[in-house]
Nanobody
Framework: QVQLVESGGGLVQAGGSLRLSCAAS????????MGWFRQAPGKEREFVAA????????YYTDSVTGRFTISRDSAKNTVYLQMNSLKPEDTAVYYC?????????????????WGQGTQVTVSS
């Protein structure tokens, strides 16, 4: 079965950086759009970033554009989220997800598989 395992979360001061990783198994990696979503306490899950099946196209929510970078390594079946200039409002559980269709990459319900999440906490 498909498994997505996130790692790399933690506690960091504002202005700092973290790199999240998501290792995928049980799927043909290059047939899936890969995305990152996050959910803060008391808030709905929101789209953060996505990368196309080929890796040539990337997409971001406005609030992270210029600070976060999504990438993928097909040799390792892994997707990354490099997060720089972190702000307290970036605090959330971050989830990795895989989408076979790639039709609506900003919509969480379109994704077929999800990881368990990794906590990111940014202190002010």
């Amino acid at each position: 079965q498909v498994q997505l395992v996130e790692s790399g979360g933690g506690l960091v001061q504002a202005g700092g950086s973290l790199r999240l990783s998501c290792a995928a198994s049980g799927l043909t990696f290059n047939r899936y759009v890969m995305g990152w979503f996050r959910q803060a306490p008391g808030k709905e899950r929101e789209f953060v970033a996505a990368i196309s099946k080929s890796g040539y196209s990337t997409y971001y929510t406005d609030s992270v554009t210029g600070r976060f970078t999504i990438s993928r390594d097909s040799a390792k079946n892994t997707v990354y989220l490099q997060m720089n200039s972190l702000k307290p409002e970036d605090t959330a559980v971050y989830y990795c997800a895989a989408d076979r269709s790639g039709n609506r990459i900003r919509v969480g319900d379109e994704y077929d598989a999800w990881g368990q999440g990794t906590q990111v906490t940014v202190s002010s």
